[in-house]
C-alpha cells in the first residue's frame, strides 16, 4: 500500500555530515507525521526526530542543534541533515511514515524503511 525508500546512509568521519532521504509512494492520499528512528544492536529503536504536515518538529535531545529533518510535501518525501557527526551515531537509521490512504484518519497506515546503516569513524 504505502513503499518506502531510504537512501543516504553510509560511512563518515567524527565532525562530517550525512543526508538521508525517505521518499513514500503508493495510493497515498496525504501523510500525517514523518519520522526519523535509529537502532544499534541489542537496544531498542529510538525516535530521534519527527515533523508534522505542518512542519513542526521535534528531537531526541541527543541529535538537538545537529541533526535537522525536513520535509517536501510534493514529493512525499522527509530528510535527515545530519552534521557534526559522533560515533555515537552510528546505527541503523529507520523512516516511519503515517500515510492516508483515504481522507479518514481511521485510514491510516504506518510504514517502515528499510533501514540504512549510518557509520561513523572516530
Known amino acids: 500500500q504505502v513503499q518506502l525508500a531510504e537512501s543516504g546512509g553510509g560511512l563518515v568521519q567524527a565532525g562530517g555530515s550525512l543526508r538521508l532521504s525517505c521518499a513514500a509512494s503508493?495510493?497515498?492520499?496525504?501523510?500525517?507525521?514523518m519520522d526519523w528512528y535509529r537502532q544499534t544492536p541489542g537496544k531498542q529503536r529510538e525516535l530521534i526526530a519527527a515533523?508534522?504536515?505542518?512542519?513542526?518538529?521535534n528531537y531526541a535531545d541527543s541529535v538537538k542543534g545537529r541533526f535537522t529533518i525536513t520535509r517536501d510535501n510534493a514529493k512525499n518525501t522527509v530528510y535527515l541533515q545530519m552534521n557534526s557527526l559522533k560515533p555515537e551515531d552510528t546505527a541503523v537509521y529507520y523512516c516511519?511514515?503515517?500515510?492516508?490512504?483515504?481522507?479518514?484518519?481511521?485510514?491510516?497506515?504506518?510504514?517502515w524503511g528499510q533501514g540504512t546503516q549510518v557509520t561513523v569513524s572516530s
Open positions: 503508493g495510493s497515498i492520499f496525504s501523510i500525517d507525521v
Open positions: 516511519n511514515v503515517k500515510a492516508r490512504l483515504r481522507p479518514s484518519i481511521f485510514d491510516t497506515v504506518d510504514s
Open positions: 515533523i508534522s504536515s505542518g512542519g513542526s518538529t
